[in-house]
């Protein structure tokens, strides 16, 4: 895993410069600021947004929709997985 912290300088360089796009991420509290100029990132929902945001052209609201729908989807993936560990039997040797 990679380290989700960066500075603001690697936040820049990450979202190619893209200075209001740090600003409303930072507004929206997807980017927690630390004291020691650097930031708690998932790089993966930063450039998901950039991408919806600023190639998409899709406006703030659509794009909470399309992060609140991919949370949800991940969690009812990593449900499933569990159930399908835990509640299929194991399979029987034959004789």
Not at 60 to 77: H, N, T
């Amino acid at each position: 895993m990679t380290d989700p912290r960066f500075t603001y300088q690697g936040l820049l360089e990450l979202v190619e410069g893209d200075h209001e796009l740090i600003a409303r991420l930072v507004e929206e509290g997807m980017i927690e600021r630390r004291g020691d100029d650097r930031a708690m990132v998932d790089v993966d929902r930063v450039l998901l947004v950039r991408t919806l945001w600023r190639e998409l052209e899709i406006d703030w609201p659509g794009v909470e929709v399309v992060l609140r729908l991919r949370d949800e989807l991940e969690a009812a993936r990593a449900r499933i997985a569990e159930l399908e560990g835990t509640a299929a039997p194991p399979p029987r040797e034959r004789h």
